[in-house]
């Protein structure tokens, strides 16, 4: 990851393919092992298969030893985090390829064309479009026609629901079409729609009987007898009548016809959807699925941390396996905290720091700030420290603070401190990094410097590297075993006397002890009552115990049709250095831009837009969110190394070359006092 992770965030010139694929979970897997992934859940498969396909294209394409600075560290953590084989990138891409073949063979996919794509069936107003919706959206466009058989049968069924209603709802005398294919409803006895939809027992009916209907003998002989309507009410789901609605048989019929044969072409699509599971599952294609996934997760995961560690100018550090020494820290500072906010230290950690300090003076920060480094070194991220840094590679990293009681666990605070010592002594050993945060304050000075020391002791010869802070200054002149005491470095937080008596943090490291904590200091600072301050000091004399848009450039309508390219020579000769790094559409640009000052032109259709900003890639997917051509814009960009005051000049220097030139532009503030002319007049 440490390799990975220093070509995305030092490289200029490469930018990354989409990696923002739904990564594949377990359920995923099991549904698709059980034949039961939907047409929804392999187009995100494909989603994270072309991603993947894109992802091992990236060091070029070649023979399985052109693997270079991003492929092949991603192929190695690829392989320890899924334990499938991937040995080179030329042999996994093709399995992608014959994945992505399979399932493309049946699954539609969201760029079909218009004229491919399967259409809800639609009458006009004879049927509430609706109805129609509901008993096809849930099958049509999951699966290719090719694949389908019962499908083919619904359109039938849906006219001959249509022309049934159109002449016994809405009393139309024949059935005629119009030039949009729609049935003819200018002679319907019906002006408005007398048609209901029930959704939850998925039928239509009208609400009365229609003024209109010719009543019918019940029988072709009995012409003289008695006659009744051919109008009556439905039933629902359950087999209840529904008295307030009406219907007829010929609709009844050809109502139950539709819907079953909507639901034969549903459950056609199930079974074409659990056939293609199967078939991955049966021909070994579900590996692929996986590491498609992971391939994105990993990449995304290292991109996204490269980019925000050049915005808060983190750095790696070199990673050492055989080092007798924790390790070197150079400038490190917290991780919560701005770089230009921080006071940063360097160090050497080789061995065991005992860490005096007064109150507020930043010993549990730099605890925290060293445990946080280390960690995410290991991790082989990025830190908040500063390019020169070395640190050891540990077995584990234990990071004991302040504690509170657990009553629900009969613990005291000083019960649940001693429960995490002894779990501490009992799992760490020489290849652990620990920090200890002020032991023994839960029971009496004493007893409390005692624990503490021992316990220092017994870290220090087994080997532990890391810090030990603690305000017991008995602690100090503790006679340790000589073992213990040569790994020991006695360390203080810096305090400065300005000469008259006023004393102030620096938050600086340095060699030494400290026997005062400044505690009546920092009282005061939060307000403590003064009498209570005063009379703290009088009773110290009795204790000696103490041993951090848009305005448009118009241009004339007949303006020429200029390219991308000649934008970049014209950017390049204001520049006068630097290299223009492309990034095509839905790629994002490179990790190592992010936090730097850099001037981008857009290309949106035939338009140019040029623009500053220190997070570009922040910036690239607001545009790209405003839809339409910006979705798929392209864009350069070329980083402007003496900052943001300068980047600003350039972009208002570029907007008004490229306007000059006859580019029709979209710009911001700087380009608002800016008439473009064209290449052939003003």
């Known amino acids: 990851m440490s390799q990975l992770v220093s070509t995305l965030k030092d490289d ?15 359920k995923v897997s099991s549904l698709i092992r059980a034949g039961q992934a939907s047409a929804p859940v392999f187009r995100e498969l494909l989603s994270s298969l072309n991603a993947g396909i894109q992802i091992l294209l990236l060091d070029g394409e070649g023979d399985q030893n052109t693997d270079g600075m991003v492929v092949a560290p991603l192929l190695k953590i690829l392989q320890y985090d899924t334990g499938i084989e991937a040995r080179d990138s030329l042999t996994l891409r093709n399995r992608f390829i014959e994945t992505k073949r399979i ?20 009458f006009g107003d004879v049927i509430p479009p609706a109805f129609l919706e509901r008993n096809e959206v849930i099958w049509r466009g999951r699966v290719k026609q090719v694949a389908l058989e019962c499908s083919h049968d619904v359109p039938l069924a849906a006219q001959r629901l249509a022309e049934t209603v159109a002449l016994d709802f809405w009393g139309v005398e024949s059935i005629k079409y119009n030039e949009n294919g729609e049935i003819d409803l200018t002679n319907a006895k019906e002006t408005k729609s007398p048609i209901v939809q029930d959704i939850f027992n998925n039928l239509i009916a009208i609400k ?23 109008y009556f009410h439905p039933r629902d789901r359950n087999g209840k009548v529904l008295r307030t609605r009406y219907t007829t048989d010929r609709v009844q019929e050809a109502l139950s016809d539709y819907v079953e044969t909507c639901e034969r072409a549903q459950k056609e699509v199930e079974k074409v959807l659990t056939r293609l599971s199967w078939e991955l599952v049966d021909n070994g294609h579900l590996p692929s699925i996986m590491q498609s996934s992971h391939l994105n997760l990993i990449l995304s995961t290292a991109a996204h941390h490269a980019a925000s560690a050049n915005m808060k100018g983190w750095s790696t550090a070199v990673i050492e396996d055989d080092s007798t020494c924790a390790g070197h820290f150079e400038c490190v500072w917290p991780y919560w905290m701005d770089q230009s906010e921080s006071i940063p230290n360097s160090f050497d950690l080789n061995g065991l720091f005992l860490l005096t300090a007064p109150n507020m003076s930043g010993k549990s920060t730099l605890m925290r700030t060293t445990a946080a480094a280390a960690l995410l070194i290991n991790c082989g991220l990025c830190a908040p420290l500063k390019v020169g840094s070395r ?28 429960g995490d010592v002894a779990a501490l002594l009992r799992s760490c050993g020489d290849r652990s990094l620990v920090f200890v945060d002020e032991i023994g304050r839960g029971t009496s000075p004493k007893d409390g410097t005692c624990l503490a020391a021992a316990i220092l002791e017994r870290m220090a010869v087994s080997g532990m590297s ?77 204790w000696n115990t103490d041993t951090i848009e848009e305005n448009r450039l118009h241009l004339d309508e007949n303006s020429p049709d200029v390219s991308m390219n000649a934008a970049i020579e014209i950017l390049l000769s204001v520049v006068g250095k630097g290299v223009c790094v492309p990034i ?5 640009p490179p990790p190592s831009l992010e936090g730097s000052s850099c001037v981008y032109i857009l290309q949106i259709g035939k338009k140019f837009y040029v623009g500053e900003t220190d997070s570009l890639s922040q910036r690239l997917s607001q545009h790209r969110s405003k839809g339409k051509d910006w979705s798929s814009l392209s864009a350069v960009a070329i980083q402007i190394e003496e900052g943001k005051s300068h980047a600003r000049n350039i972009e208002s220097l570029v907007i008004r070359s490229l306007a000059k030139d006859g580019f029709d532009m979209l710009s911001v503030t700087d380009g608002t006092s800016i008439r473009a002319s064209s290449r052939h007049g003003t």
């Not at 229609?210 to 309507?229: A, C, L």
């Not at 602690?475 to 006695?490: E, F, G, H, S, V």
């Not at 005061?524 to 004399?541: M, N, T, V």
Request: aromatic residues 8%.
């Open 12 to 26: 200029d010139y490469r930018a990354l393919p989409s990696i923002n694929a739904a990564p594949i979970t377990g």
């Open 391 to 418: 640190i050891r590679r540990f077995d584990s990293i234990f990071v004991r603070g302040a504690s509170a009681d657990v009553p629900t666990e009969d613990k005291s605070a000083f019960g649940a401190e001693m």
């Open 584 to 588: 095509p559409p839905s790629y994002m």
């Open 103 to 122: 399932i493309e063979s049946v699954v539609n996919t969201n760029n079909v064309d218009d004229t491919e794509k399967e259409r809800i069936s639609h």
């Open 466 to 542: 890391g810090m030990f802070a603690t305000h017991l200054h008995g602690i100090i002149n503790i006679p340790y075993d000589p073992l213990a005491q040569a790994r020991l470095r006695k360390k203080r937080m810096a305090i400065q006397d300005d000469g008259h008596g006023h004393l102030s943090w620096t938050y600086k490291l340095e060699d030494g002890v400290c026997t005062n904590s400044l505690a009546l200091l920092t009282a005061a600072k939060f307000g403590l009552d003064p009498s209570i301050l005063q009379r703290a000091e009088e009773l110290s004399e009795y």
């Open 208 to 230: 009365s009987k229609p003024n209109w209907e010719s009543i019918q003998p019940q029988t072709e002989d009995d012409v003289g007898g008695d006659r009744k309507s051919r």
